[in-house]
C-alpha cells in the first residue's frame, strides 16, 4: 500500500515519477502527488483520485526539474482529499516529504509541535514527522541529515520517507524501516521506488535499503549510512524482473492475465526443483536447515490473507505427509498473542510480497526467542526473503493484481514440494507414494491450462447467470476446505459480494439456515477420500433449494447431476488436486467481478503489499 518514486539526476524527472506512479497503482491508493526541484524552490502538486486525475493537473506546470519525487496514499490518517494528500510541505515551506508507514507516536509529537506554535494543513501523521524534522534542524542549528537521524530515534512505527530541501537542489534523503524501498544506480542518475517496476527500462542495477538505513542521493553518488551515522557499503544486485511482466499484454486486466499466468507460473516454480523421473526434489534452503527441520517438535506457518489459505493446505499437507505437528497462525494476532516459541520451532513465513508487516514483526519477534525462520515469498531481496535464515522463492513473477491468484498457487506448489523434500528426509512417505505425487506435481501446469481452455465459457455463463446474488456460500472437506475460504475471498474482493467459505461438515451448524432458492452455494466436491460425504451435503442444499455450483472432476457423473451447474477439472490426486480446482474459482470471481463493472484489478480500499497495520 502507498508507493514511493524519486529521480535526482540529468534528465526531466517528471516522466518517470508520473510513469513510476502508474506502475505501482497496483499498491492501492486514493491521492496522488509529486514534488520537483527548481534551483532553490520547491514545487508541489497533489490531488485526491488517480494518478490519471494528477497528470491533467500537472500538464500546465513546468516539468524540466532534473530531481523530485512523487507518492500515490493509502489512506490511514485522515480521509482522503487534496489536503491530506502528499507530498507535504513544512511549515517553513523549505522541506517537502513523501511517507509510506505509520507514525504511532504521531500524537504526542504533534502536541509538541502546536505547543511550540506550529499549524497543520492535514490530518496526517507524515505531516507531523516533516515538521518533527525541521524543527529538530531549527532548534539544533544541525544539518539537515542530523536532523533526519534525530527524529528517526524519537518516532515510533513503520516508514520509508523521501525528502527535498530547498537548500540541497541535488540531493534527496530518503530512510526507511519496515516498508519497502529499492534505489535503481543509472549513469549519472538514481531512480527510487517502492519495489522495482518504475525502474524497469531504466537500469538493471538495484540497491535494497535496510531498516534503520538513511541513504543521501545524488546524481552520481549514493551515500549509505545506518542512524548512528557510520557509513556503509551499498549492496548492489542485478534485477531480473523484464518490463513486459507488468504489462498487461493483450489481456483486459492484469487479473486475467495472471490467472492465464499460471501454468508458467507453477512450471517456474517446479523447474529445477522436481526430478518426478528420480523421485528427487531439490530445495537448498531445506537443505540448509535440515538439522533444524529434523529436530523440530512443531512448524508453524505465519501468514495474512490469501496467504493464510496456502498455509492452511500447508498444514494439512505437512502433517500428512510428515508426520509433524503443524498450526497456522494470522500473523496480525500471532505478533500480540505473545506466544510460547523457542529453538525447537521452525516458523514458515507466506507473503507475496515479502514486506507484509504484520508477518515480518511476527517473525522478528519469534527469531529473538529462537525460532527458525524459512521465508516463502515472491519478490527476491525483500524484507522477510532477508531476515530467513532459509527459504524458498516461488517464481510466480510479478502479481500486479491486487487480488492474489498466481502467487497463490505459486506459494501451494513450494508448500508441496517442501512437505515432499521434508517426507523424504524423514522417511515418513512411502518411496512409491512418493514418486506418484511427484509425477501428479509436473501434470499440473498442463491440467491447469487444460481448464483455461475448456472452460473458460462455462464459467462466464455461470457469472452472468449469478451477477446479482446478494450472497454466497463456498464448501469444501479436506483439502478443498481451504480453497472454499480462497473462492470466497476472491468473490468478496473483486465483486464486493458477501461471501463466506465453510468445511462442508459445519454447514449444518448455522449457515444451512440462510439457503434458499436465492441463495449460490459452490461445492469444491473433486474426487477424494471423503467424497461420499460432501455428496451428503450437496443433498442437504439441493433439498432446501438452494443454487448449487460444483466444481467436480471430469468423470463424476453423481456431483455434475445434483448441481444447476458444474465446472470440470482434470481428475488428480486429492493432494495436488487444491492447484487445478482453484483455477475456476478464480475465473467465476473475475467474471462476475467484470459482469458488475468493478475495478478487479484494483478493488475498493484494498491494497496489494500491506504494509501497515
Not at 507524515?126 to 527524529?151: M, P, Y
Not at 505425487?437 to 501446469?445: I, K, R, S, T
Amino acid at each position: 500500500m502507498c508507493g514511493i518514486v524519486g529521480y535526482v539526476g540529468h534528465r526531466p524527472a517528471y516522466p518517470y515519477l508520473i510513469e513510476g506512479l502508474k506502475k505501482l497503482e497496483y499498491r492501492g491508493y486514493d491521492s496522488a502527488g509529486i514534488a520537483l526541484h527548481f534551483g532553490n524552490a520547491l514545487k508541489v502538486v497533489k490531488k485526491a483520485g488517480k494518478v490519471a486525475a494528477l497528470e491533467e493537473l500537472t500538464a500546465v506546470i513546468e516539468q524540466g526539474s532534473p530531481i523530485g519525487i512523487g507518492h500515490t496514499r493509502w489512506a490511514t490518517h485522515g480521509i482522503p482529499s487534496d489536503n491530506n494528500a502528499h507530498p507535504h510541505t513544512s511549515q517553513s515551506g523549505k522541506l517537502v516529504l513523501v511517507h509510506n508507514g505509520i507514525i504511532e507516536n504521531y500524537a504526542a509529537l504533534k502536541e509538541e509541535l502546536l505547543k511550540k506554535g506550529y499549524t497543520f494543513h492535514s490530518d496526517t501523521d507524515s505531516e507531523v514527522l516533516l515538521n518533527f524534522i525541521e524543527d529538530i534542524q531549527q532548534n539544533n542549528n544541525c544539518a539537515l541529515e542530523e536532523a533526519i537521524r534525530i527524529a528517526l530515534k524519537r518516532v515510533s512505527g513503520a516508514y520509508v520517507i523521501l525528502l527535498l530541501s530547498e537548500e540541497y537542489p541535488q540531493t534527496i534523503f530518503a530512510a526507511r524501516k519496515g516498508s519497502p524501498l529499492v534505489i535503481g544506480i543509472g549513469q549519472g542518475e538514481h531512480f527510487l521506488g517502492s519495489d522495482a517496476s518504475p525502474m524497469l527500462g531504466y537500469t538493471k542495477e538495484v540497491v535494497y535499503i535496510n531498516d534503520y538505513e538513511l541513504a543521501i542521493i545524488k546524481p552520481d553518488e549514493l551515500i549509505l549510512k545506518n542512524l548512528g551515522n557510520e557509513r556503509l557499503t551499498p549492496f548492489v544486485q542485478q534485477l531480473d524482473m523484464e518490463l513486459a511482466s507488468i504489462e498487461k499484454g493483450g489481456y483486459e486486466h492484469f487479473m486475467l492475465k495472471e490467472i492465464y499466468d499460471q501454468p508458467a507460473a507453477i512450471y517456474d516454480s517446479l523447474r529445477g526443483r522436481l526430478d518426478a523421473q528420480q523421485g528427487q526434489i531439490t530445495l537448498s534452503g531445506v537443505d540448509s536447515i535440515k538439522d533444524k527441520l529434523m529436530a523440530a517438535r512443531r512448524i508453524i506457518i505465519v501468514a495474512c490473507g490469501t496467504s493464510w489459505h496456502a498455509g492452511l493446505l500447508g498444514e494439512y499437507l505437512i502433517e500428512e505427509l510428515c508426520r509433524v505437528n503443524v498450526e497456522v497462525e494470522y500473523a496480525s494476532e500471532f505478533r500480540y498473542r505473545n506466544p510460547v516459541i523457542d529453538e525447537h520451532d521452525v516458523i514458515i513465513a507466506l507473503s507475496q510480497s515479502g514486506e507484509t508487516a504484520d508477518t515480518l514483526v511476527a517473525l522478528e519477534n519469534a527469531k529473538t526467542q529462537g525460532a527458525t525462520i524459512f521465508g516463502i515469498v515472491n519478490v527476491v531481496g525483500s524484507s522477510i526473503a532477508r531476515l530467513s535464515d532459509a527459504g524458498a522463492y516461488t517464481h510466480a513473477g510479478p502479481e500486479i493484481g491486487v487480488a492474489s491468484t498466481k502467487a497463490f498457487t505459486a506459494q501451494l506448489t513450494v508448500l508441496q514440494l517442501f512437505a515432499l523434500k521434508l517426507a523424504q528426509m524423514k522417511g515418513t512417505l512411502d518411496k512409491t507414494v512418493a514418486q506418484e505425487l511427484m509425477q501428479e506435481l509436473a501434470l499440473v501446469p498442463e491440467k491447469v491450462q487444460h481448464i483455461l481452455d475448456t472452460q473458460l465459457e462455462n464459467i462466464k455463463k455461470i457469472a452472468s447467470t449469478y451477477k446479482d446474488a446478494r450472497d454466497f456460500l463456498y464448501l469444501g472437506r479436506g483439502y478443498n476446505f481451504p480453497i472454499a475460504l480462497e473462492g470466497a475471498l476472491k468473490l468478496k474482493e473483486v465483486s464486493y459480494i458477501h461471501a463466506e467459505g465453510y468445511p462442508a461438515a459445519e454447514m449444518k451448524h448455522g449457515p444451512i439456515a440462510l439457503v434458499d432458492e436465492h441463495l449460490p452455494v459452490v461445492f469444491v466436491a473433486t474426487k477424494d477420500r471423503v467424497h461420499e460425504k460432501i455428496i451428503s451435503n450437496m443433498q442437504e442444499i439441493k433439498s432446501r433449494r438452494g443454487k448449487l455450483i460444483a466444481v467436480v472432476s471430469e468423470d463424476d457423473q453423481t456431483a455434475s447431476s445434483l448441481s444447476d451447474d458444474c465446472i470440470f477439472i482434470p481428475q488428480a490426486h486429492e493432494i495436488v488436486a487444491p492447484l487445478l480446482s482453484v483455477i475456476p474459482l478464480q475465473l467465476l470471481s473475475y467474471y462476475i467481478g467484470v459482469e458488475r463493472g468493478s475495478d478487479v484489478d484494483k478493488p475498493r480500499n484494498l491494497a496489494k503489499s500491506v504494509t501497515v497495520e
